[in-house]
């Protein structure tokens, strides 16, 4: 193992005056299992960005390994197996070039040639299709598959098959950002069992359950710089509440002593005041007597002030890593039927063909049901039913009369304007709306920013906010999860369990799924 160093590393957007960086340094080893953790916009994405060479920022990053990021993008209408051979290495090319230079002949092509195959077998070219298809079978796709078209696989089967292209590659340290928002909640479990046997990358997730299964170091970016331990997440997630628990009792006790101390000052001052007050009518031996020890008397209740300045900025640099995350609260309109939504034996698709078939259960008020199976099993098409954006093939779905339903959509990419605009279009109470916001972390310049320029997380925090600042019967949110820093999770979930919410979800998060969910649809 060799050690990765960042050294004072710097960085800001171009027409930002908010750094997103200043003078961050650590290291880490070249065969950790590392997850990178931080609130959203605290600048995970970026700092891949920077490591990688795409961004560039001040300061200094040695490191004797090179960097990769992934997710890539590849030629999606070539087969599986040529998009991961082009992922790994130009095989392709060089073995063009080659053959060409052997029908040269020349003595300046054979030279050439020689230099080419020489990088070609250094980096396994002679046997990549067999480690290609060995990778393949390791995140659960059969190798006779890898003919096909990439395009022709689902995205959760894309993901799997570039990550697993990526770690053929020779000295490298992967970093993986997001995987798992394009997987259901088996392919998790794969990717979870692959990245468990291999070393040497940074994974950026927010799905508690897939860090705890994959990693062996956690990277925080918190709010004064950057913490590292050995550990799994929750391993990480106990010592920060014990870390953050001495520093609120510090804090309490540094109160009390300041409060003590300005008192002191207080009184210090005072009677400094008083005694100079007595020089007035004494005489000129009393008046000098009297003035030394006012003098004596302010320079000691200087001195108390400064010993109180220290121990304010003692406090604040205690608490800079405390991160508040207020209490959300959901409150939902009654509705004065028991049974909100009753599908009865529906089957439902698209031109003819069924995705589902014969599903019956009732929605009552208050219940959490979610609805779970594989990527294209029609968990979508489901929430779609739910909101009257189609109907049933057969069977009947019944929905109680004046259902006032809120949705949240999976897909935050068309948000434009601000934050204030979108709160006008929606008819939102901008008060309640933009406090969500806050407690769910946003900072107040953001609210005049154009939400195009937003990072994918903060883009769905505007819509879980707008969700949950509309008054509704019915919550029915799609992934809603997708993006969302882990501390905005747990916010989200503590909020769903102390509520009386009709609440209908899909998600693959297995620590939310399993803290909040009362009744499952499974599909197909």
């Known amino acids: 193992m060799s050690v990765i160093q960042v050294q004072n590393l710097s960085f800001t957007y171009p027409g930002d005056y908010t750094p997103v960086f200043t003078d961050l340094t650590f290291s880490m ?4 299992r590392l997850g990178l953790v931080g609130r959203n916009g605290r600048g995970k994405t970026t700092l891949m960005r920077l490591l990688s060479g795409e961004l560039t920022g001040s300061g200094q990053i040695v490191s004797s ?5 992934f997710p890539i993008v590849v030629e999606e209408d070539r087969s599986a197996l040529a998009c991961m051979r082009s992922a790994v290495a130009p095989f392709d090319l060089w073995e063009e070039q080659m053959s060409a230079l052997l029908a040269d002949g020349t003595d ?4 050439r040639w020689g230099e080419i195959e020489q990088e070609y077998a250094a980096l396994d070219g002679y046997i990549i299709d067999e480690q290609i298809c060995r990778e393949a079978e390791r995140m659960n796709i059969d190798h006779h598959e890898l003919l096909r078209p990439m395009r022709s696989f689902s995205p959760g089967e894309r993901t799997r098959l570039l990550l697993a292209a990526l770690f053929i590659r020779k000295n490298r340290f992967l970093l993986i950002d997001e995987p798992t928002n394009h997987l259901d909640a088996a392919g998790r479990e794969v990717v979870a069992r692959y990245l468990r046997n291999k070393q040497g990358f940074i994974v950026v997730s927010h799905d508690r359950w897939f860090l705890d299964q994959t990693i062996d170091h956690v990277m925080a970016l918190q709010k004064s710089g950057v913490h590292i331990e050995q550990g799994t997440y929750s391993s990480y997630r106990e010592n920060k509440e014990l870390r953050d628990q001495f520093e609120i009792e510090e804090n309490e006790r540094l109160e009390k002593d300041i409060w003590r101390l300005k008192e002191t ?6 009677w400094s005041d008083r005694v100079e007050a007595t020089k007035i009518g004494q005489g000129l031996t009393d008046r000098g007597r009297i003035g030394h020890l006012a003098a004596k008397m302010m320079k000691r209740s200087l001195a108390i002030q400064t010993r109180i300045d220290r121990q304010i900025e003692e406090k604040e640099a205690l608490l800079h890593d405390l991160e508040y995350a207020s209490a959300l609260t959901l409150h939902p309109m009654e509705h004065p039927a028991k049974v909100l939504m009753r599908f009865q034996n529906v089957s439902a698709g698209y031109d003819g063909k069924a995705v589902f078939r014969h599903k019956s259960f009732e929605i009552e008020q208050g219940d959490r049901l979610m609805i779970a199976g594989p990527n294209g099993a029609g968990k979508s098409t489901m929430i779609r039913l739910m909101l009257g954006q189609m109907e049933p093939m057969e069977g009947c779905l019944v929905c109680a009369s004046n259902l006032v339903i809120s949705y949240m959509p999976q897909r935050a990419d068309e948000l434009h304007g601000t934050v204030f605009e979108l709160a006008e279009r929606e008819g939102l109470k901008k008060e309640y709306f933009m406090m969500i916001l806050r407690k769910l972390g946003f900072p107040r310049s953001m609210f005049e920013r154009d939400m195009s320029g937003f990072s994918m ?15 509704a019967h019915m919550y029915i949110w799609d992934e809603p999860l997708n993006y969302i820093d882990l501390e905005s999770r747990e916010q989200i979930e503590n909020m769903l369990a102390d509520s009386q919410a009709t609440m209908i979800f899909v998600e693959h998060d297995h620590a939310f799924a399993a803290n909040i969910a009362q009744k499952t649809v499974r599909l197909p």
């Open 65 to 69: 390994v090179k960097f990769d990021m």
């Open 108 to 111: 300046e092509a054979l030279v």
């Open 29 to 32: 080893g070249t065969d950790w």
């Open 265 to 270: 000052a207080r009184e210090k001052a005072a």
């Open 457 to 471: 997380g903060q883009r769905k925090k505007v819509l879980l906010a707008a969700s949950i600042s509309k008054p």
